[in-house]
Structures are given as structure tokens and as C-alpha cells.
């Protein structure tokens, strides 16, 4: 069984940066494939960004590539977005999970604002 907490969200202004944190707990998390999901009000979950149980591969939504950096500490049991030149549009609840995610993972999320 793993535990999700995220952490880090805020209001910044458009252009500004932001870096998420996700902890977990729990013995699987290093064999797992991690994810950082969002929500903005009024609409679906979406997928953010993705990476590789070691940490090697990752892969991101067309709508943050080139903005946003997902990495992962396994000694930590912790995964990280930073997030940078950030857009009104990214405005949401984000939410750590398995990279394909697993319904009972789903935590509180942190919400970020960003001002225009």
C-alpha cells in the first residue's frame, strides 16, 4: 500500500516557477513508474508528466513540454515538478500517482495559482 502527499503549491504570477513535491509512503514505490496529474476547475483530471521507475525516462503533456522538469528521488521516496514560465492556464489541483494511476493513490493534491 502506498501513500501520496503533495506539497509546494502556491500563487504566482504568470512567468514565475513553482516546485511540487510528492511524498509517499509505503516498501513499492521505487518499482513503481510515477506521474504528476492535474485538475483545474471544471474540468477533467489530465496527465502533466511522467518518469521511469530509475528515473531515466520520462515524458510530458504537450502543454507543458520544454517548461516542466519531473524527477524523483528513490532514496526518498519522493518525485518532484518543477515548474517554470508558468501560465495562467496551468492553474490547478495537481496530484502525484503511479504513472498509470491506481484509483486509491489519489491524494489531497496542491493547488496552484497562477495570476495573470
Known amino acids: 500500500q502506498v501513500q501520496l502527499e503533495e506539497s509546494g503549491g502556491g500563487l504566482v504570477q504568470a512567468g514565475g516557477s513553482l516546485r511540487l513535491s510528492c511524498a509517499a509512503s509505503g516498501r513499492t514505490f521505487s518499482s513503481a513508474a510515477m506521474g504528476w496529474f492535474r485538475q483545474a476547475p471544471g474540468k477533467d483530471r489530465e496527465f502533466v508528466a511522467g518518469?521511469?521507475?530509475?528515473?531515466?525516462?520520462?515524458d510530458y503533456a504537450d502543454s507543458v513540454k520544454g517548461r516542466f522538469t519531473i524527477s524523483r528521488d528513490n532514496a526518498k521516496k519522493s518525485v518532484y515538478l518543477q515548474m517554470n514560465s508558468l501560465k495562467p492556464e496551468d492553474t490547478a489541483i495537481y496530484y502525484c500517482?503511479?504513472?498509470?494511476?491506481?484509483?486509491?493513490?489519489w491524494g489531497q493534491g496542491t493547488r496552484v495559482t497562477v495570476s495573470s
Open positions: 518518469i521511469g521507475r530509475s528515473g531515466g525516462s520520462t
Open positions: 500517482n503511479r504513472r498509470v494511476p491506481a484509483p486509491a493513490y
